[in-house]
């Protein structure tokens, strides 16, 4: 099984987001199980010297978009086994940030050509060309047009994964002929027209073999008008090849017993793990004091991760419950200086970290009791899977891969590894974190909840193998 995972970003060469995550733990667990996976990216600028000081060029390519020829280098390392391919344009990719550009549309029509001519140049051969978002989502569309008769991709089928439905890469419907050389037979319901302009992630809904999202749930959300951003209605078109696969994490490199960041290593000693909380506590100059419940939060500060929600509550929790809140993340500037308002008012209850800090946020993940996720909407989540590794007990809203990975707790069967609410509700959410604070001073029964986050440990192993059926029975439908 020849497997080519394209995508925009990948840990550890480049990462903004979660996407990265999975692009850097996905093949090792594909390869585990018997895959020969390979990677393809972008060479941005903002990659470290130590990656690009290992790359070999390997090839020299000239890339047509529309009257444009473009040079692509390709470049190549091996990391831990698994080969890696980089892009390289400088006019495109030289760049301060990853994305946010007003030639957005060129640079990824740029890419997902340039990835095509690079795999019609190797001597490898991919059976499965294996898609991320909306970046290389006109990879599906380009086998099924200008390259459909080329030999060299007889064969080959496409996934196509969607790991936020709200980013679609929508461009003006110039970009269709302009820098994709195709023509305006596209614009319809069954190819990219999107409200009179173009949708990469249409394109690709359209025209890949098979979609997966990245857990159940929201396999089903996406289906329905409040989740589906306009593209319910195609999506439940193609609902009979659209699965759900929840993402996992590494194990390897989140292992509160082996992680550098910690104060104090510890694998199931809640007194290690009290050890890291007061740690992180004097560290971060909160009153020092075990018994204290620490509800840590690392996230994005955006309106989808239920910022509005917690804003709405703080002061009524802080003014009743003794707790304390350990904020890391930045994002939009209205909830950044919610929290630094809310710190100033309750300094002994709240510390703000408005920056982000891979060591911190480990520190936070080891040292909070309770992690808060309150999304309105969540595709998979990440948080929540690294708060269970690390032996601390989320609160999130059931929706998406929170419903799938976090289950209630219940204190009359014992069985449940965390809490939930239903409702997009501030008081709801309230109601829930006053629910965990009480369990967590009963002590008894928050062992019992803990030994339940114990075994609720999600790695790459599960998910790789239900990909890996995913290809073969799309391999075997489509011979």
Not at 187 to 210: H, P, Y
Not at 442 to 448: L, Y
Request: proline share 4%; charged share 25%.
């Amino acid at each position: 099984m020849n497997v080519l995972m394209i995508g925009s970003e990948c840990t550890p060469f480049i990462k903004s987001g979660g996407l990265a995550d999975v692009l850097g733990s996905l093949p090792q667990a594909l390869k585990d199980q018997g895959a020969d996976v390979r990677v393809v990216l972008p060479k941005y600028q903002e990659m470290k010297d130590e990656w690009k000081d290992k790359l070999t060029l390997i090839d020299t390519l000239t890339i047509q978009l529309g009257w444009r020829q473009q040079y692509a280098g390709i470049e190549y390392l091996e990391y831990e086994g698994i080969p890696v391919y980089f892009v390289d344009n400088e006019y495109y990719f030289k760049r301060s940030n990853l994305y946010g550009y007003e030639d957005e549309a060129e640079r990824f029509v740029f890419f997902n050509r340039a990835v095509m001519e690079m795999v019609r140049a190797l001597d490898w051969k991919p059976e499965v060309l294996h898609c991320h978002d909306w970046q290389t989502g006109l990879i599906p569309l380009f086998l099924h047009t200008h390259y459909k008769e080329d030999p060299v991709f007889e064969g080959m089928k496409t996934v196509f994964t969607i790991h936020n439905l709200k980013y679609q890469g929508i461009f003006p419907q110039s970009v269709l002929h302009d820098l994709m050389d195709l023509d305006e037979r596209l614009m319809t319901v069954d190819g990219v027209e999107f409200f009179g302009n173009i949708s990469f992630m249409k394109g690709a809904l359209n025209f890949s073999d098979t979609i997966t999202t990245v857990s159940e749930t929201y396999a089903e959300e996406i289906q329905t008008p409040y989740y589906g951003e306009n593209l319910d209605e195609v999506l439940r078109k193609h609902s009979h090849r659209l699965t759900g696969i929840v993402n996992g994490i590494n194990l390897q490199d989140y292992n509160p017993m082996k992680d550098e960041s910690l104060a104090f290593p510890y694998r199931s000693s809640l007194i290690k793990k009290a050890q890291n909380k007061m740690w992180l506590q004097e560290k971060l100059g909160l009153p020092v004091d075990q018994t204290i419940p620490m509800i840590g939060i690392v996230s994005r500060l955006v309106e989808q991760k239920g910022f509005d929600l917690i804003g709405r509550i703080l002061d009524e929790l802080l003014e009743q419950v003794d707790v304390q809140i350990v904020l890391l993340g930045t994002g939009e500037q209205y909830y950044e200086q919610m929290f630094q308002w809310f710190e100033h008012k309750y300094p002994d209850k709240i510390s703000a970290n408005i920056t982000f800090s891979e060591s911190l946020s480990r520190q936070v993940y080891a040292g909070s009791d309770l992690f808060l996720m309150p999304s309105r909407f969540e595709p998979c989540g990440i948080g929540q899977l690294l708060a269970l590794r690390y032996l601390t007990v989320p609160i999130v809203r059931e929706t998406g891969g929170l419903v799938d990975t976090v289950h209630p707790f219940d204190e009359g069967t014992g069985e449940g590894n965390g809490f939930s609410f239903t409702n997009f509700n501030a008081h709801d959410m309230l109601f829930t974190i006053r629910r965990a604070i009480d369990i967590y001073h009963d002590q008894a029964t928050w062992k019992r909840l803990i030994k339940n986050v114990m075994k609720s440990q999600y790695s790459w192993e599960n998910s790789a193998k239900q990909y890996m059926d995913l290809y073969q029975l799309m391999l075997k439908v489509y011979v």
